[in-house]
């Protein structure tokens, strides 16, 4: 009985620490393939800028048929990026999610607004403001990061607009 | 990725304080837990904190908080949140304090009146009261407003009131996670219902009623969101990424610059509402105090 009831224990005690180290480890797995991809295809800071997702499209986990993507790799190891998107017609937003897939900030723009962000580590945020003085400075949690723009298509057959207004989305290193 | 104190905070605030936050507020009780315990009080060696009773005046009560030595022609008006209904100088003053010391200069904490005995705009009207009785009391010193989630909000209510007033306009202004929109219209209000770690959208409608009472939510000495934000000095405005009140700082801050304001913004990622008022136990809570200074020194210098 003593026996049973220990390993018993024994087990349930491994499940619980799979589970949590499964719950814990997939989204840096998930996230770190996604960005090698992104990395190898147009590098760090830069915007990669898809087609409009059809049925045979897996780069973004269940991508939305009417919607064009931005998709950039941000790494602030080298020192603080800057993103900027807008003005834009139409519905768009942007979304910049951290090495482990948490979402760390998220906006939905109006047509007329311009975003102007700062990823970067604490200490350089005081001598950044002068230079950028629009910009919202955001703490980035880890080197690694990820943007995600997505901008409304109405009408897939004429995605102009929305195409214009993704090439005026911008990474670029500060310093 | 957030430290693992600020983690496991988040963790307890689920588990105490949002839990028994469900829509409705019990004003007593909210008072009574947040009654400092005395260790929390204790002041550092080096340190000065001094009643002020300003007899004659709206407000009955506020404390001057300085260590030594300071720069003599800076003060702190520090405005403590706690949704309007609770909370004092004693609950902040560890914040109160950092504050002084990163600004180099005394600070001021007001015991402003709170709702729901006192529904809007009670605190503003005792807000602006310290205000010129501080430029009568300290003419050599210019002001910085600063608060944190309520009082940021009216700290930044301040600003346009003491505009309005004619008064000698504050240095700059600092907010933590302000309260600025008690119509509630920020995407965050719903994006954020699960990640905050504090309060739920219920709660905070529950507060808006105590402070609000016949006052329309759009009112802008209780949402500064919708005062006109022209000629505001400097601001300094942080948010969580993952708060309810993420958007009501980041909106005011959009506001600010079409009104041609200085603004400074930053976005701290898993830290709870406030953050830097558990500074002693979150290292984001002493690395976004520590921001403050450089601000304070490059706006006031």
């Not at chain 2, 009140?245 to 930053?266: F, P, Q």
Request: charged fraction near 20%; charge should be positive.
């Amino acid at each position: 009985m003593t026996i049973w009831l220990r390993r018993t224990g024994i087990v349930i005690a491994l499940a619980g620490a799979i589970h949590l180290a499964t719950v814990w480890a997939i989204p840096w797995l998930i996230v770190g393939v996604f960005a090698q991809r992104i990395a190898g295809s147009t590098g760090i800071n830069t915007v990669y800028t898809p087609p409009l997702p059809s049925p045979r499209d897996h780069l973004v986990v269940a991508p939305s048929p009417d919607l064009l993507y931005a998709i950039c790799l941000l790494d602030t190891a080298a020192g603080t990026v800057r993103i900027t998107a807008g003005p834009a017609a139409g519905y768009w937003s942007l979304a910049l999610y951290d090495r482990n897939a948490d979402n760390i900030f998220r906006t939905g723009a109006a047509a007329d607004a311009k975003v102007e962000l700062l990823l970067g580590r604490a200490a350089s945020a005081g001598t950044l403001a002068a230079r950028f003085p629009a910009a919202t400075y955001i703490q980035a949690p880890h080197e690694t990061a990820i943007l995600l723009g997505r901008f409304l298509v109405a009408d897939r057959a004429r995605p102009e607009a929305a195409i214009a207004a993704r090439a005026t989305v911008r990474c670029e290193k500060t310093e | 990725m957030a430290s693992w104190q600020s983690t496991l905070f988040c963790l307890m605030l689920r588990w105490t304080m949002k839990r028994r936050a469900r829509g409705t507020i019990d004003v007593a009780a909210a008072r009574a837990h947040f009654t400092p315990r005395r260790g929390v009080l204790k002041v550092p060696s080096g340190w000065q904190v001094r009643p002020l009773m300003a007899a004659g005046l709206a407000f009955d009560h506020a404390e001057r908080i300085e260590g030594a030595p300071m720069r003599g022609d800076l003060a702190v008006l520090y405005l403590h949140g706690g949704g309007y209904f609770f909370g004092s100088p004693q609950t902040h003053r560890q914040l109160i304090m950092a504050m002084a010391r990163e600004a180099d200069a005394p600070a001021f904490a007001l015991d402003y009146r709170l709702a729901p005995e006192h529904p809007c705009p009670a605190a503003l009207e005792d807000a602006l009261a310290a205000y010129r009785w501080l430029r009568l009391s300290e003419p050599a010193r210019r002001i910085v407003l600063a608060g944190d989630s309520a009082g940021g909000g009216l700290a930044l209510a301040l600003a346009c009131a003491v505009r309005d007033a004619g008064l000698p306009p504050p240095a700059a202004v600092v907010a933590f996670s302000p309260w600025t929109d008690m119509a509630m219209t920020g995407p965050s209000i719903t994006a954020n219902a699960e990640s905050c770690a504090m309060f739920t959208p219920e709660a905070l409608r529950a507060a808006t009623r105590l402070f609000l009472a016949a006052l329309p939510a759009t009112d802008p000495r209780a949402s500064p969101l919708y005062a006109d934000l022209t000629g505001l000095p400097p601001l300094l405005i942080f948010a969580g990424a993952d708060e309810l009140l993420r958007d009501d700082a980041l909106m005011l801050a959009d506001k600010a610059r079409r009104h041609g304001i200085a603004v400074e913004t930053h976005v701290v990622a898993g830290v709870p509402h406030v953050w830097p008022l558990f500074a002693r136990l979150l290292p984001e809570g002493r690395a976004s105090v520590a921001e403050v200074g450089r601000f304070l020194a490059r706006v006031t210098r």
